[in-house]
């Protein structure tokens, strides 16, 4: 376990949280089966969702599916169903909660040397979005089984954190939201001050973007990955709506004014670029009662040389799609339709996780 050996923290150390652009080794993704979290004919809806993100992805890198031991059968009888380079994606039977990989997988931080990068996990503490979800214990114990396994220096980290909460330009400026870090459902006894912090010593989190609350309909508190991501170093993709009868209307102004108003860490504001909002309200409700989903472009996922793109049967899709090619120009841009997946309150984003040296 790589600890504070030489009394420095990673910061201290020359760590800092890539952005998602750079280059992976593999991407992890959970094989949906918790039943409380998709019900009856849901279930099957997510795993083709599930199998095409897998079918897509695993062309441009490889993929790690875990599964929980009481679907690894069935999972693995779905997943034949597909074209697939079983090569390419590495099937694990590993006890799981729910599928939301994004928010319990490892984040990693990774230091240049001379020699090339240098790569470690920082183990950050997940309760299940301020622990609406029980149980979540092993998903909780998916980073330190990732460092184990794959023989990577990992520090535990004593915060409650979700990888969808942040957002990294790869030079030290992160974007995330008050509702989520600031909820006394995460971590009650720390400050504004204490937390930004432990982003600094454990990510190397030079700049804090502050966003206020996220969409109606999202159980995490308010993600930032549906609500502003990073495009580049310089460019930041805000969700918006325009019509002041929307739901969303008042949080996502309020969050556009923020970005507006954002510089990098050489004093220039950032490049704000936009697309609207799909529709989020759905016909009946979640399994927690909300009329609402938080469907968003935002939600999408950069991996080599590929870029996954939600899709909701919206009028707004083919624009999602034009904006993301022509920002990434090198890389194949795949429309994935997840209207099945968001009804869980997630998208591509949330049930993938970028991995770095964890391939033996």
Known sequence: ????RMNQTPYEMGFQMPAEWHPHQATQLHWPSNRETWPGERLTKAEEVCLNIIESLHRFEPVMLLVDPGAYRHANKRLGERNLD????????QPLNDMWARDCGPIFIRRQTEAGDVFAITDWKYNAWGGKYPPYEEDNRLPKWFAEEFQIPYIQVDMVLEGGAIDSNGEGVLLTTESVLL???RNPEMNREEIARYLRDYLGVKKIIWLKNGLAGDDTDGHVDDLARFLNVDTILAVTVEDPGNVNYEALQT??????????LNGRPFHIETLPLPETRIQGTTVDGSSFVPASYANFYIANEVVLVPL???????????????YFPNRKVIGIPCSDLVWGQGSIHCVTQQLYPCLR
């Open 1 to 4: 376990m790589f600890k504070q």
């Open 86 to 93: 079983g090569r390419r994606v590495h099937v694990f039977k």
């Open 183 to 185: 909820n006394p459902n």
């Open 255 to 264: 969050n556009f004014k923020i970005l507006k108003q954002a510089s990098g």
């Open 312 to 326: 909701y049967e919206d009028p707004n899709d083919q624009a999602a799609m034009n904006l993301f090619q022509r």
